[in-house]
């Protein structure tokens, strides 16, 4: 809101009002007379108010209205096409300007502008050195008609002919509006005879011939009159104004406006003057007479402003990242914080844990392990009794084996989980006739392999090799037993005790 | 605004060019700030995990101590873990052996070698083979030793064979003095107890 604040400069030939505005605040910094002491004390005021821009409404005799309809054109070619036009209907007047007001629906849809100048304006050059030396922002200057025109919209006019007047008291000002828009305006100084009240109906009815004849109101149109005047001058012109049927007259209250613009009604009452000023501050300008040469310094201000409020925002973005970082950091760190004292919470009653081990043991994994494989190691082993028993019964249905040598290894720790035997026996008594000594053979290991226990025999060296590929030689022998060789055998057995589990690493 | 007056926006753009480097320059420094917390945090957390994972390790080990340290410690006692005690195992033949009145035997303990490390499982398990060869009148002679070895034996061994075999080509029959000879094949098992300890230190 403060960024807005600026200083409305009521100008007029005799002296110059100051108003400091900002949204919702305003405050009359007073009257400064065109004389030495009058310039001096607006210098002083320029210097203590420095940095505000300034809008500077003129209220003058010499000003001058002129509508035109232009084509439509943009950019620079609508620049020049004004320029040209502006040096052509006001020639040598500094203070000029263009407003496009409306596009016209039909036709060429050509633009319409409002012209205005003044004339002559040679007693704003000592206010205007003032601002240029103190460097002020002077963001425009503009006729108090225009002003005027936001009154109306805060009084929610919406007549489409409408004629303001107002009574100041340097003299009475007639602002004929089309639709709202500003289209001719007039100042009747205060040294005219403008005091009474038939006067002042007088040259309301001579402005509307003046509009009709010009075309610029149209002849059957009915004027709608609103009168201000705080000094009360103009309401007997109301009644005499209202018996003609081509008008319709208002009178405009100080509290009625004084509400429209949200100001207190004193303060309108000891000032009135400021009220268009009011209507004008926040509205951005749409008719400016400065030259560009004066707005140099507003040029600069605005970008002053515009670098100045990125710098800001640069700065605020900038702190804002920091400090969401700033926080975010702070955040994780509480968070690792508290983790920390957990973890340290943690550690606490593993060591108490750890404590309770005992010092001259292995760590406790290889404990268990080891005493899991001693376990392991130490199972039951293959009862030899049983395997001794097993051999032992086969032998007794078998008495011409004679068992010569037996020996077994246990391989239950390995991952065949058996008891592999090799048997060495002979056939006893043998009379040279293997086919007789290789069926008893055949008898005992059918005898073995019915045993549960074992899983297989087999036979790995018989008394006699009929091989094909072999050489067999011999001879007979007699009936004498004594004389004949031994019928030896060898059988290999694995052995598994049975519902034994195996016993594997 | 078209062209801006550079020449009287030098502080202007001065500002904005110091408000820029500020920014960035927090921008960095707290992006750092919160880069470094959050590694920490990460960190932090990693420590945490790790802090309950060896908790709850050291419930578990506490678990297997007290489930498993008084067998150890027997087994200890025992001889399984540490160094072989070679005379131990000799001294329980011989007393087995009068245990079972046996006639004498002969002894033979190769080198301490590693047990295959399917059986051995990760732990230091080493084996030695003692081979004994006894004189047996009848064949449960054997039995008996072996039943008198096993209340004497006092390690953990597994008996791998024997092989009875006839003394002088002798027929199998009853006589006064011994006709038969077993060999048998004893395994040993030890854990060393060094490399036990060394493991130790690696315990938290």
Same mark, same amino acid.
């Not at chain 1, 205060?190 to 009474?196: E, N, S, W």
């Not at chain 1, 006893?428 to 040279?432: I, K």
């Given at each position: 809101m403060i960024l807005n604040r600026r200083l409305i400069l009521l100008a007029t030939p005799r002296q110059i009002g100051v108003l400091d505005w900002r949204p919702g605040h305003m405050h009359w910094l007073g009257e400064f007379t065109h004389s030495a002491k009058g310039l001096a004390d607006f210098r002083q005021m320029v210097i203590k108010h420095a940095g505000l821009p300034i809008l500077l409404v003129a209220d003058t005799v010499d000003e001058d209205y002129r509508s035109e309809v232009l084509p439509h054109v943009k950019g620079r070619a609508r620049d020049e096409l004004l320029s040209r036009k502006l040096k052509q209907v006001f020639r040598n007047a500094r203070f000029l300007g263009a407003w496009r007001q409306e596009r016209e629906t039909t036709g060429r849809r050509d633009d319409r502008y409002l012209l205005a100048a003044f004339?002559?304006?040679?007693?704003?050059t000592p206010w205007l050195s003032v601002l240029h030396r103190e460097r002020v922002p002077l963001s425009g200057i503009t006729p108090l008609a225009l002003a005027c025109q936001y009154l109306l919209d805060r009084l929610r006019v919406h007549e489409p002919h409408t004629l303001l007047v107002f009574r100041l008291s340097h003299g009475l000002r007639l602002s004929y509006y089309q639709n709202g828009l500003l289209r001719f305006s007039r100042l009747i100084g205060?040294? $005219?005879? $403008?005091?009474?009240p038939g006067n002042a109906a007088d040259d309301i009815a001579k402005t509307q011939l003046y509009l009709t004849g010009q075309r610029i109101l149209p002849r059957e149109a009915r004027l709608h009159v609103l009168l201000f005047d705080p000094s009360g001058q103009l309401d007997s012109a109301q009644a005499q104004l209202n018996a003609d049927p081509a008008f319709s007259t208002r009178l405009l209250d100080i509290p009625s406006l004084a509400r429209a613009l949200r100001i207190p009604d004193d303060f309108l009452l000891a000032t009135p003057q400021i009220a268009p000023l009011a209507a004008i501050a926040g509205e951005a300008l749409q008719l400016n007479l400065a030259p560009p040469e004066l707005l140099q310094h507003h040029t600069e201000f605005r970008w002053r402003r515009a670098l100045h409020a990125a710098a800001a925002g640069i700065a605020l973005l900038g702190l804002g990242v920091t400090a969401a970082y700033w926080l975010s950091a702070q955040d994780m760190n509480a968070q690792a914080q508290q983790l920390s004292q957990q973890q340290q919470q943690l550690d606490r009653r593993h060591r108490a844990i750890a404590q309770t081990f005992p010092a001259q043991a292995a760590a406790p994994e290889q404990l268990a392990q080891t005493v899991t494989l001693a376990r392991q190691l130490d199972a039951r082993q293959p009862d030899i009794h049983a395997l001794l028993a097993v051999i032992g019964q086969a032998l007794q249905t078998a008495p011409e084996i004679v068992l010569e040598n037996l020996s077994w290894t246990d391989n239950t720790l390995t991952a065949a989980g058996v008891v592999q035997l090799t048997l060495d026996a002979a056939v $006893?008594?043998?009379?040279?006739n293997y086919r007789a000594a290789m069926q008893r053979i055949e008898r005992f290991m059918h005898t073995l392999q019915a045993v549960p226990a074992v899983e297989a025999v087999s036979l790995r060296s018989s008394p006699v090799n009929a091989d094909s590929n072999s050489t067999l030689s011999g001879k007979t022998f007699d009936a004498n037993p004594d004389a004949a060789p031994d019928a030896r055998f060898s059988l290999s057995l694995t052995y598994r005790e049975s519902g034994r589990r195996e016993v594997r690493p | 605004m078209k062209h801006p007056p550079f020449p009287a926006l030098k502080l202007p753009l001065l500002l904005v060019l110091v408000a820029l480097l500020l920014a960035l320059l927090g921008a960095l420094w707290s992006r750092g700030q919160a880069q470094d917390a959050a590694q920490a945090l990460q960190l932090q957390n990693s420590a945490l995990n790790g802090a309950r994972q060896q908790l709850d390790r050291s419930r578990q080990q506490q678990q297997l101590i007290a489930t498993h340290l008084a067998a150890y410690q027997a087994l200890a006692a025992r001889g399984f873990v540490g160094a072989e005690d070679r005379l131990a195992w000799i001294e329980a033949a011989q007393q087995a052996n009068r245990d079972a009145g046996l006639y004498g035997l002969d002894y033979r303990l190769t080198p301490r070698t590693s047990s295959l490390s399917a059986l051995a499982q990760g732990l230091p398990l080493g084996q030695t083979t003692m081979t004994l060869t006894l004189p047996l009148l009848v064949e449960t002679d054997l039995m008996r030793f072996l039943a008198a070895l096993k209340a004497r034996a006092p390690g953990v061994y597994r008996l791998q064979g024997c092989a009875l075999s006839r003394l002088n080509d002798a027929k199998f029959a009853s006589a006064n003095q011994p006709q038969l000879q077993a060999e048998c094949e004893l395994q040993w098992f030890t854990v060393a107890e060094h490399t036990v300890a060394a493991k130790k230190g690696g315990r938290p």
């Open positions: 004339a002559d304006a040679d007693w704003l205060g040294d $005219t005879p $403008t005091q009474l $006893t008594p043998f009379d040279g | -």
